[in-house]
C-alpha cells in the first residue's frame, strides 16, 4: 500500500508522473522518475535506511536536506549514499546500511 499523497486539498491531485522500477533490500518497488530516493522509501512506508555501528541502532529520514547521515544507504554498491538528495533512477539497487559499509569494522 502506497502512502503517497496523491490528493491534496490546497495543490489538488498528484499530477501523472513517469513510474520506474527499483529494488529495495530485494523487493521490487515503484518509484516516480526524479524523485528522491528517500520520498520512494517513505511512500512505500520503508522508514529505516542504515543502522549504527556501534549500537545497531536503526536510522531513518532527519533532515532531509543532505546535512546529517542518517538516511545513508547502499545504492548500486555504492555505500555512504544520502538518499535524501539523491534521485531515483529505474533499475536502481538500494540496501539498508549496517555501519560503515565501508569495509570498515
Known sequence: MSM?????PILGELPAEET???TVDGKSVKAIKGEM???SLLA???IVNRYTYKRNEPRG??????QCTDCMMV???KPNVRTCIT???DGMVIET???FASGRK
Open 4 to 8: 503517497r499523497v496523491r490528493t491534496h
Open 20 to 22: 520506474v522500477q527499483i
Open 37 to 39: 530516493i528517500l520520498a
Open 44 to 46: 512505500e512506508g520503508i
Open 61 to 66: 529520514l532527519f533532515c532531509g536536506i543532505g
Open 75 to 77: 545504492v548500486n554498491g
Open 87 to 89: 534521485p531515483v533512477e
Open 97 to 99: 546500511q549496517h555501519g
